[in-house]
């Protein structure tokens, strides 16, 4: 009696001794998630949704500020490109904006057709796919995440060269700035769209405000018949080509064509608009193509107006073609500051059209196959977080490789754009002429007017440009189309395979290796859980290293009950010996689980415990990868010397079985934990309402004799809430008890195409790695090669 009371008692310090470290840990973790908030804000739930949806004076900035701040440069990259064929050439460029701006109508129009058919959202890619296949809308989405990863990159390299034109000292650090530039919308674009288009709307707006105030004020200083003269009139550019020829003026006509881009974004984004969805979109297209066109236009005109001069070699000497016009119209007062001010934010913020698009095309894509199903995730915030992150990186890349250079990073601009231009109006053209809904014959028609306009823009703009960059474009869609091709051939290939897998999982007897590294509590906890499961062997297997004299030595005197089996070889690594011996004891055993249970100490309690012991880390790693072989962590929290409290053994384990639907390698996972003879439950996270309902009628169908828990998750998170379950479950089990929480993990052959399929098991494993009384066992199912 005495002795078991004071066992109990020492069982309720140490369960009182977890529950205070639980305590600080979440103190410790609620400061993380502060600064978290403080930074991208609290998370949305996801009923919150609706209230994220865009009115169109928000709308506008979001999808339109890559349109509206293309003119800011399309009429100097013209100019550009005619200042090779001397002085002279400038006289082409009413003419050329003319046709420029005819074809953005043209576009317009044809997107605003798309909107009508496609009221749920017509992006390129969906209109392509529909009605031109797969590999054509491949095509088309590829051009698209090339054309949005660039609109980044010269947006943001065309803001720093606004603001270099004015501060000149500053060109040294352009990178640096225009890279810093993009982590500003990044970490703007995590915190949610609604809040992105609020922080951006206003230097939209005033960007507009000040170039219309630029035009009236300058064509009001022509009114007398005499203009103001820009900084650069009457400078000469010598010509560097001997005549005007029409491939000049093709490749003007297609480097000022860069006014286009952006145009597709609100047809690709209408889930975004406030109901009336397509309506509010089509009225925002509207305006949009308005303004774009009126500045355009009146930024050409002035451009000839003030006699306005600009060549490679004159542009960091000059400043750009806005800004030569800005200072003729309002002198060097506040005027032209304040209209250099808001072309460097226009330009940057013109990105943030494609932090719009580009997330949401990529879980379109992810929707159908073509892509990695993580980006379909949605963050704390109710945006794409991986699709927001995948397109900075690329983007700051280029950055980088170009210098923060506009006029090297334009050359690859363009080609993707028209190309989606090209391949959605033929797709509308297609589904206007089977459709035949009323109207269809005007719509054919103003549909097959822009993809035979776009489509002889995209055939010049690819010739033109080629030598200079545009072949870098060319040469990509075709290896990204091939990627999403292959992604989705190897998702349809597992999903066929599965499909002719039975579901029913055979129970097969468990032999355990426990494999020792030291003589301590982990090795103690894992021999007491081999002890406590149904096993039909228990083996404890050591590696024999350096150091092992004293373990050998010692441990038949500690564990009478346990051979040790050495495994020789000192010049092999630790990891090789241990998976060679795993495998041997699987293929003496054929119709047997092979458990191998390693129980690491942990210093750290974060996501970062697992990477604190290279050995097993390497062990668990090439142990996921081998059939019939499960891996089960009882990793135990390093105690303080001065701890004076006693280690309370394992008396009890409880499985928790995380399960997400009734598939094969779920059923796999449920028949190893009942076959350990412990009390099990079954755990779902419901981030789905349909995955949830569908879950529970084949769970009720299938008739397992456990109990099914499902956790709500109003934050779509599976992580956080399964951990939160744990520790309370935990903290709610009597001292001694060990928690075990199983997850299924899908596996399928080569390293690269596991990366498709989602790691929320690693990222549970990682997070559970030093929580005390609590195990993680990792139940693999392996598919063949020819799953593919």
Not at 447 to 463: P, R
Not at 617 to 645: C, G, H, Q, Y
Not at 649 to 657: D, H, T, Y
């Amino acid at each position: 009696m005495t002795f078991g009371g004071a066992a109990y008692a020492g069982d309720a310090l140490v369960s009182l001794w977890a529950r205070c470290s639980d305590e600080g840990r979440e103190v410790k973790v609620q400061s993380q998630s502060n600064l978290k908030h403080r930074l991208f804000g609290r998370p949305f739930a996801s009923y919150e949704e609706h209230h994220q949806l865009l009115p169109k004076r928000l709308a506008l900035p979001v999808f339109a500020s890559d349109p509206l701040s293309s003119v800011a440069y399309a009429t100097e990259e013209a100019m550009l490109v005619l200042a090779l064929a001397g002085t002279a050439a400038f006289s082409l460029l009413t003419p050329l904006s003319l046709a420029i701006a005819t074809l953005l109508l043209i576009v317009i129009i044809s997107y605003r057709q798309t909107i009508k058919a496609y009221p749920d959202g017509g992006g390129a890619f969906i209109v392509s796919n529909e009605n031109l296949g797969i590999r054509t809308g491949a095509v088309a989405a590829s051009a698209l995440l090339i054309d949005y990863v660039l609109t980044v990159s010269v947006s943001v390299a065309a803001g720093v060269a606004a603001i270099t034109s004015a501060a000149p000292n500053l060109i040294q650090w352009r990178v640096e700035i225009a890279l810093g530039f993009v982590v500003l919308l990044t970490v703007a674009n995590l915190r949610g769209v609604k809040e992105a288009s609020t922080l951006f709307a206003a230097p939209t707006y005033l960007f507009m405000v000040t170039v219309a105030a630029m035009l009236v004020t300058g064509f009001a200083q022509c009114l007398d018949g005499v203009c103001p003269s820009a900084i650069s009139s009457g400078a000469e550019i010598e010509a560097e080509v001997g005549a005007i020829g029409l491939f000049l003026i093709l490749r003007a006509f297609a480097s000022g064509s860069t006014a286009l881009t952006g145009v597709e974004a609100i047809a690709n984004g209408v889930q975004a608009f406030r109901e009336p969805k397509s309506r509010n979109a089509a009225a925002t297209l509207g305006i949009m193509g308005a303004c774009s066109i009126v500045m355009f236009l009146g930024i050409s005109t002035l451009a000839r107006l003030f006699d306005v001069r600009i060549s490679e070699a004159t542009i960091d000497e000059y400043g750009t073609v806005i800004s030569q016009i800005g200072r003729a119209a309002f002198g060097d007062g506040i005027g032209f500051y304040v209209l250099q001010v808001f072309t460097a934010a226009i330009l940057i913020l013109a990105a943030n059209t494609a932090y719009q698009d580009f997330p949401r095309l990529s879980a379109i894509l992810a929707r159908h196959k073509l892509v990695p199903r993580q980006y379909l995730n949605r963050g704390d915030r109710l945006v794409f977080s991986n699709g927001i992150i995948t397109l900075a990186v690329v983007a700051a890349a280029l950055l980088i490789v170009f210098d923060a250079e506009v006029s090297r990073l334009i050359q690859l601009y363009v080609v993707g754009v028209f190309t989606a231009f090209t391949l959605s109006q033929t797709g509308m053209v297609r589904h206007w002429v089977k459709s035949r809904e009323p109207g269809w014959r005007r719509s054919v028609v103003i549909n097959s007017v822009g993809a035979a306009t776009t489509g002889v823009v995209l055939v010049v703009v690819a010739t033109v440009k080629f030598a200079h960059g545009a072949w870098i474009v060319i040469l990509f869609i075709p290896i990204l189309v091939m990627l999403m091709l292959s992604t989705r051939q190897h998702y349809r290939g597992v999903a066929a395979q599965l499909k002719l897998i039975s579901v029913e999982a055979k129970p097969r007897p468990t032999r355990i290796l426990v494999l020792v590294a030291h003589h301590d509590a982990g090795t103690d906890r894992a021999l007491r859980y081999a002890e406590l499961v149904n096993a039909e062997a228990v083996t404890c297997v050591h590696a024999e290293e350096p150091r092992s004299d004293d373990l050998i030595y010692t441990w038949d005197a500690a564990h009478p009950g346990h051979a040790l089996e050495v495994i020789p070889g000192e010049e092999e690594s630790i990891s090789r010996r241990v998976v060679e011996r795993v495998r041997r004891e699987r293929d003496a055993h054929p119709n047997t689980i092979i458990t191998a249970i390693l129980a690491d100490r942990v210093v750290t309690r974060s996501i970062l415990a697992p990477f604190t012991h290279r050995h097993s880390l390497a062990i668990k790693s090439r142990l996921l990868f081998e059939p019939r072989v499960v891996v089960t962590d009882l990793n135990v929290a390093r105690r303080s010397r001065r701890s004076r409290l006693p280690q309370v053994p394992v008396k009890r384990i409880e499985q928790v079985v995380l399960i997400s639907d009734m598939t094969r390698p779920i059923r796999e996972a449920l028949t190893y934990a009942q076959r350990l003879g412990s009390h099990v439950t079954a755990v779902h996270i419901d981030v789905d309402a349909d995955q949830r309902d569908r879950l529970e009628r084949q769970w009720d169908e299938a008739g397992y004799d456990v109990p099914l828990l499902v956790i709500p998750s109003e934050f779509r998170s599976i992580v956080d809430p399964l951990v939160r379950y744990l520790r309370e479950r935990r903290r709610a089990a009597i001292p001694g008890t060990l928690i075990s929480t199983v997850i299924p993990e899908f596996v399928v052959p080569g390293r690269l195409t596991q990366l498709l399929h989602n790691q929320t098991g690693l990222a549970i494993k990682g997070l559970l790695a030093g929580e005390a009384g609590i195990a993680v066992t990792s139940v693999p199912f392996h598919l063949e090669p020819n799953g593919h």
